[in-house]
T-cell receptor, first 113, second 113 residues
Framework: DQQVKQNSPSLSVQEGRISILNCDYT??????FLWYKKYPAEGPTFLIS?????DKNEDGRFTVFLNKSAKHLSLHIVPSQPGDSAVYFC????????????FGTGTRLKVLA | EAEVAQSPRYKITEKSQAVAFWCDPI?????LYWYRQILGQGPELLVQ????????DSQLPKDRFSAERLKGVDSTLKIQPAELGDSAMYLC???????????FGQGTRLTVV
């Protein structure tokens, strides 16, 4: 039962253009949604999050949009830079007494110079 | 800046041998997680501690995996005996009520030969 899904395993974008990474979820009890970035042989690093009561959160070049009715969120990176090339994981947090984080399968972003 | 420390970074072991990983979470973080990430997939929760207590080990293969966090600080994850299918990145993370996100260590890359 995959509660967090990233249906695009990879994405290639030209430098300077917008990158859009998508994520779908099934559990209405998630209270936060997060994006992590991961380079090879390293642990995931936190990028940006959004509360379930918001529909948009922006941090510099990164914006996350949440559509609760569609159970869908997306990460926009504008403008994309070669250093953004990494695997991006969508994650969702649920409070079941303690916080639990459930991850999607990841999208590999390649930004072409 | 506080970090989650993991060791070793890399481990090669023969199948049927025992292997152990160590994690020191960020000071003051009561919740500690062990995740396993197989190449091409997202991190999968193996076990979650709240202080020294296990709060979720439903995905931990208990016939061969064990985890402990005796003093509620650092933690050890053990595999005995290792199998070829255990080859993966083992990630430790910690969290606190004061932050939205979980913080990850750099992981241990395990190769079973």
């Amino acid at each position: 039962d995959q509660q967090v899904k990233q249906n695009s395993p990879s994405l290639s974008v030209q430098e300077g253009r917008i990158s859009i990474l998508n994520c779908d979820y099934t559990n209405s009890m998630f209270d936060y949604f997060l994006w992590y970035k991961k380079y090879p042989a390293e642990g995931p690093t936190f990028l940006i999050s959004i509360s379930s009561i918001k529909d948009k959160n922006e941090d510099g070049r990164f914006t996350v949009f949440l559509n609760k009715s569609a159970k869908h969120l997306s990460l926009h990176i504008v403008p994309s830079q070669p250093g953004d090339s990494a695997v991006y994981f969508c994650a969702a947090r649920v409070d079941s007494g303690t916080y639990k984080y459930i991850f999607g399968t990841g999208t590999r972003l390649k930004v072409l110079a | 800046e506080a970090e989650v420390a993991q060791s070793p970074r890399y481990k090669i072991t023969e199948k049927s041998q025992a292997v152990a990983f160590w994690c020191d979470p960020i000071s003051g973080h009561a919740t500690l997680y062990w995740y396993r990430q197989i190449l091409g997939q997202g991190p999968e929760l193996l076990v979650q501690f709240q202080d020294e207590s296990v709060v979720d080990d439903s995905q931990l293969p208990k016939d061969r995996f064990s985890a402990e966090r005796l003093k509620g600080v650092d933690s050890t994850l053990k595999i005995q005996p290792a199998e070829l299918g255990d080859s993966a990145m083992y990630l430790c993370a910690s969290s606190t009520d004061r932050n939205t996100e979980a913080f990850f260590g750099q992981g241990t890359r395990l190769t079973v030969v």
